[in-house]
């Protein structure tokens, strides 16, 4: 089955710079770490942490990426680097920095082979919706975590992540889980 897909429209799919951009202007202590995981003579493995604060001893989110060495022209003369670059897209994705209507990053969908890039295009403005959403996501995960820990039964913290999945929970929903579960940990909070 052939990569390319005639419908492909880059300005579908966000730079993973730019993805990067946001993370660091939303958490500017967090930190996104990178390991090699393998490399042979053909093939690069990266692993992509990203933590949203240097206290951070877990992971906020992770991604993976694989490429082939001379499977393209970008992998032809940076498959290391270009391997890297998307286990980063892949991490900041899962913790909801796409900033696009589709998953995978420019990056990922020009080395598929689907498109080429131009490098001197310049970049192109964020949906700003998608990214307030991304946003509000975010924050509720942030919530979620401190409920859980505060006490928040398990089950019902499952079923608040099962709500967010997707993208057809508007923002004004999720803008009022979020004020519910601040509203929550404010009533578990101890007196000062």
Known sequence: MPKTDARFDPSEYALVADRIALFYERHPTGRIVT???SRTEREVTFRALVY???????????????????DGAINSVACLENTETSAIGRALANLGYTASLRRPSAE???KAGCVRLVRERAPRPLDEARQRRADAVTDVLDLLARAEGAGLPPSRAAALRGKLGGDSLPLP????????????????????
Do not use: F, K, Q, Y
């Not at 949203?52 to 001379?70: K, L, N, Q």
């Not at 519910?180 to 000062?192: G, I, V």
């Open 173 to 192: 929903a999720l803008e009022r889980i979020e004020v519910a579960l601040r509203a929550w940990l404010a009533r578990r909070a101890p007196p000062r």
């Open 35 to 37: 390991e090699l995981h």
């Open 108 to 110: 990922e969908m020009a």
């Open 52 to 70: 949203r604060s240097a206290e951070d001893a877990v992971p906020a989110a992770t991604g993976w990426a694989s490429e082939r060495e001379g």
